[in-house]
C-alpha cells in the first residue's frame, strides 16, 4: 500500500487521501519496517498547503503516535478551527479527551458539534463510544447508540453496526452487567466475525 500511495501522490500531487495514507504509515510503522516521522511530518506540511484541516488532523495523527496528547489536542482543535462545520477535529479531539480521562472535554467538544449539526446522527455514536471510554454519562452513552441503532445513518456500514454493539457491550461491562455485556458483544461479531475487540471482550468475560 506504500508504494501505491507513493505512486499516487507522484501522479497527483493533490491526492491527499494517498498523502493522509503516508502520514499514517511513516508515523506508525517502525524504522525497520520504513517508517520515518520526519517524512509524516513532510507529507503533513505539503497536505496543510492544500487543506488546512486535513493538514491538522495529519499533525494530530502524527502527536498520537508519539503519545503527546498535548500536541494531539492543539492539532485537532486547529482542525476545529479551520473547518467548524466539519465533523473530523471534534470527533477526533473528544476522543482523545476520553482516552485522556477528561470525559467532561470529551462530551462539551460532542455537544458543541451537535449545537451546529443537531441532525448528524453519527454523533450518536459518538457519545456511546466516549461513554464506554471513559465510564462517564453511561444512561447518554447507552440511549444514544440504542438510537444510533434503531436508525442507522445512510452511510453506515455493517462493522460500524457492530462497533456500536461492542461499545453497548463495554457501557454494560462498567455497570456490571456481564450477561448483558456478553450478549452485545456476540452480536457484534454475528454482524462482523472479523472483529477483533469484540471477541477480546468476550475471552476476558469467560
Known amino acids: 500500500m506504500k508504494k501505491e500511495w507513493e505512486r499516487a501522490v507522484e501522479l497527483d500531487p493533490a491526492q491527499l487521501d494517498a498523502r493522509l495514507g503516508l502520514v499514517l504509515f511513516h508515523a506508525m510503522a517502525p524504522g525497520i519496517m520504513g517508517g ?65 480521562g477528561k470525559p467532561n472535554q470529551a462530551f462539551a467538544t460532542l455537544d458543541q458539534y451537535i449545537n451546529r449539526h443537531p441532525e448528524d446522527r453519527s454523533a450518536l455514536y459518538q457519545a456511546g463510544r466516549f461513554a464506554g471510554l471513559s465510564g462517564q454519562q453511561l444512561d447518554r452513552g447507552e440511549n444514544a447508540l440504542k438510537e444510533f441503532l434503531a436508525a442507522p445513518p445512510a452511510d453506515a456500514h455493517p462493522p460500524n453496526i457492530a462497533r456500536a454493539h461492542y461499545w453497548l457491550g463495554q457501557i454494560a461491562e462498567k455497570r456490571g452487567a456481564k450477561d448483558a455485556a456478553r450478549e452485545h458483544y456476540r452480536s457484534a461479531l454475528a454482524i462482523d466475525p472479523k472483529s477483533h475487540a469484540p471477541q477480546r471482550a468476550l475471552d476476558a468475560l469467560k
Open 36 to 100: 520515518n516521522k520526519d517524512t509524516a511530518r513532510e507529507q503533513a506540511r505539503e497536505i496543510a498547503k492544500r487543506d488546512a484541516m486535513r493538514g491538522a488532523m495529519a499533525r494530530g495523527m502524527i502527536a498520537e503516535a508519539e503519545k503527546n496528547t498535548a500536541a494531539e489536542v492543539a492539532s485537532y482543535q486547529e482542525a476545529i478551527a479551520a473547518a467548524p462545520d466539519d465533523k473530523t477535529g471534534y470527533f477526533a479531539l473528544g476522543s482523545t479527551y476520553a482516552q485522556d
